[in-house]
């Protein structure tokens, strides 16, 4: 059985810091990309970014990449979200998605994603 798991969402004030944790099992993890979403009350799901966990290729929302940082362990079957100088509008479930193959071109496309975890919630305060 395919599962995410998310973790590391906490309570943090602006300027704070957070890394976000999605614990994959149940598939071969080198075969699969895996994409962080958020959502904030009342807004549509949006893209954080991506990582192709083959070649460690990444993609990110354009007015993120500044403070955010997607990587992967592949001993632990684990990726990873780090985010810096976290803001007020930062605030949402952040969720993780795995999707079958390699590659980003499509990152941003929830559709895209096969596997999505249950999100962890991060609230920065001002």
């Known amino acids: 059985e395919v599962q995410l798991l998310e973790s590391g969402g906490a309570l943090v004030q602006a300027g704070g810091s957070l890394r976000l944790t999605c614990a994959a099992s149940?598939?071969?993890?080198?075969?699969?990309?895996i994409g962080w979403f958020r959502q904030a009350p009342g807004r549509e799901r949006e893209a954080v970014s991506c990582?192709?966990?083959?070649?460690?290729?990444?993609a990110y929302q354009d007015s993120l990449k500044d403070r955010f940082t997607i990587t992967v362990d592949r001993a632990r079957d684990t990726a990873y979200l780090q985010i810096n100088n976290l803001k007020p509008e930062d605030t949402a479930i952040y969720y993780c998605?795995?999707?079958?193959?390699?590659?980003?071109?499509?990152?941003?496309?929830?559709?895209?994603?096969?596997?999505w975890g249950q999100g962890t919630q991060v609230t920065v305060s001002s």
């Open positions: 998605a795995a999707t079958y193959g390699v590659g980003c071109k499509f990152y941003s496309t929830p559709s895209y994603y096969n596997y």
């Open positions: 149940g598939f071969t993890f080198d075969e699969y990309t």
């Open positions: 990582i192709s966990t083959g070649d460690d290729s990444t």
